[in-house]
């Protein structure tokens, strides 16, 4: 069956001297795997070799079963997330991008998800590298929120009294999915120290816009060991941020 999209690409791996497959992030239809023939000759119907960030008009057919998907056409439009943009840029997008593919199934929509991300690559191209951090930590957020793993960040994810930056000790826990009071701060292993700026700012993420550059690195530290145990790895891409 062919199908029309918009799509934005994730990942690439050359598949021969001609051809890549493509991870693909489509506004209908979610994560998708597809094979381009002949992408990196001169003269394609995909406007050139497909990069990682990469966005516009796809069709596409699908195989049966598991087959990979084969992607017939994709209208780049330009002016995207490209090569000249900073390396900080590059780097928060590769992370996302690692992070978008580890928490999305095939197949399965995320329109609005494709939505932020999209936004978040337009945004991050022109950001210096404190506003970078902060909107990757605003998108690692909404992923999260998406896939239905809110972090509990208003209250103790344990014993659900609200936060306060009176708490003489904040800690961030994986297990809980959220925030720990300093009562229950011993009955969780697995934990992050924050500091009550870091802590408000999760709380409250309109401060994350205007948050110091050590406060976003602090929140991007513990998500980095929160995304760490639930993907059971360190993301790969993780090295290059902070
Ligand atoms: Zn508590």
């Known amino acids: 069956m062919i199908k029309k999209d918009r799509a934005v ?26 094979i381009a023939k002949g992408s990196k000759r001169t003269r394609s119907a995909f406007d050139g070799p497909i990069e990682p ?21 994709f209208e780049q439009k330009k002016g995207f997330l490209s090569l000249r943009t900073s390396l900080a840029a590059f780097n928060c997008a ?5 992070l978008l593919e580890a928490f999305t199934q095939p ?29 990757l930590i605003l998108f690692q957020l909404t992923l999260l929120a998406e896939v239905g793993t809110k972090p509990l960040v ?6 659900h009294n609200p936060f306060s930056d009176k708490w003489r000790e904040i800690h961030f826990s994986s297990s809980a999915s959220g925030l720990i009071c300093p009562d229950c701060e011993q009955t969780f292993n697995d934990k992050i120290r ?16 205007t948050a110091e550059e050590k406060t976003l690195n602090e929140i991007e530290k513990a998500l980095i060991y929160h995304f760490t145990e639930l993907m059971h790895r360190r993301p790969k891409t993780a090295k290059f941020l902070l």
Do not use: M, W
């Open 9 to 34: 690409c994730l990942r690439t791996v050359d598949y021969s001297e001609t051809s890549q497959v493509v991870t693909l992030f489509t506004s209908r239809a979610g994560k998708l795997s597809a």
């Open 53 to 73: 960030f990469c966005f516009g008009d796809i069709v596409y057919s699908t195989g049966r079963g598991d087959k990979l998907a084969t992607l017939t056409e």
């Open 94 to 98: 590769y992370f996302a991008a690692e």
């Open 107 to 135: 197949l399965d929509p995320h329109a609005e998800l494709f939505d932020a991300f999209l936004q978040f690559l337009i945004d991050i191209a022109g950001a210096d590298s404190r506003e970078g951090l902060g909107l």
């Open 154 to 159: 208003c209250e103790c994810a344990n014993c």
């Open 194 to 209: 924050l500091t009550t700026k870091a802590a408000a700012a999760l709380n409250d993420i309109n401060l994350i816009g």
